[in-house]
């Protein structure tokens, strides 16, 4: 069982930076693909960003590339998600999310653990 825990988010202004961090445990960590997601009122999960098991790709949704970069250590089984120049459009729950059954996707029913998200506020 593979288990995520967000860290990370809070309330920033516009224009600012913010960095979450997902701890996972359980699996093995290294032959997991990553990726963020979020979710604002009344819309679907969004793929924000992914990364590949090795950390060698990685993907951006158009709306964020740029601007925040996807990073994993595998050293300390952790993914990152660097937020910077945010909107407020971009205020979100933001989840992170691990897939076993691939080693990079963007499909978002292929990943099968989820994290419980953090809130990311931008005010204008």
């Known amino acids: 069982q593979v288990q995520l825990v967000e860290s990370g988010g809070g309330v920033v202004q516009a224009g600012g930076s913010l960095r979450l961090s997902c701890a996972v445990s359980g699996g093995t960590f290294s032959t997991l693909a990553l990726g963020w997601f979020r979710r604002t009122p009344g819309k679907e999960r969004d793929l924000v960003a992914i990364?590949?098991?090795?950390?060698?790709?990685?993907r951006y949704a158009d709306f964020v590339q740029g601007r925040f970069t996807i990073s994993r250590d595998n050293s300390k089984n952790t993914v990152s998600l660097e937020m910077n120049s945010l909107r407020p459009e971009d205020t979100a729950v933001y989840y992170c999310?691990?897939?076993?059954?691939?080693?990079?996707?963007?499909?978002?029913?292929?990943?099968?653990?989820w994290g419980q998200g953090t809130q990311v506020t931008v005010s204008s």
């Open positions: 999310a691990a897939s076993t059954v691939a080693t990079m996707t963007d499909k978002i029913d292929w990943y099968d653990y």
């Open positions: 990364i590949s098991w090795t950390g060698g790709s990685t």
